[in-house]
């Protein structure tokens, strides 16, 4: 009997590293890609100059930031080797200088080139001064698996309007915070 609890213990004892390794050893620093530490390497339009980072901090909440000045559209691309289960996670948001000022928001982008097409992944039109809600950071979490194994342009753009608006750039004032690719 005592033979039989040894082994069951023994099984148990396995089965639980197993399993934490699975859950916990999957998240592990060096599975994610931190952007903001890419940041020099970025391919930046129309001008490196307009973009800076920065701490910045709405409705309470700091993240590292790319700040983006007001501008008629800007992209950002990186080029980057997709994981397994991999996911852009990433916030948008405006500073909060924005948020009562006049001006339309600004609508952020996110897509993926593979070199031979492109794929819109996540769009959102923040508009602080009109929404209330908008005036904070909001998280974004994307699937990337489609991807996996592959080199792809992870783009990020921003838009002084919505299609099919005037054009307003007034108080544009876009963040991306703490972006980053993660495995899931």
Known sequence: MKGNRAVLTAVVVLVVIIVGWWLFGRSDI??????????????????????????????????????????????????VRIPDDGWLWVSVGMREE???????????????????AFEELFAQHLHPA?????????????????????????????YASVPGAPHDERNDLALWGNPEIVIR
């Open 130 to 158: 009109a929404n209330q809600g908008d005036r904070k950071w909001v998280d974004v979490r994307v699937d990337l698996s489609a991807y996996a194994g592959e080199e792809v342009d992870v783009i990020f753009n921003t």
């Open 30 to 79: 060096a599975s994610r890609v931190d952007m903001i530490a890419n940041f020099e390497a970025v391919t930046k339009r129309p001008k490196p100059e307009l973009f800076s980072i920065a701490d910045a901090t709405l409705g309470g909440v700091t993240k590292k930031a790319i700040a983006i000045q007001p501008l008629a559209g800007s992209r950002m691309i990186w080029k």
């Open 98 to 116: 924005a948020w009562e000022k006049e001006g339309d928001g600004v609508k952020f982008l996110v897509g993926v080139s593979d070199g031979r």
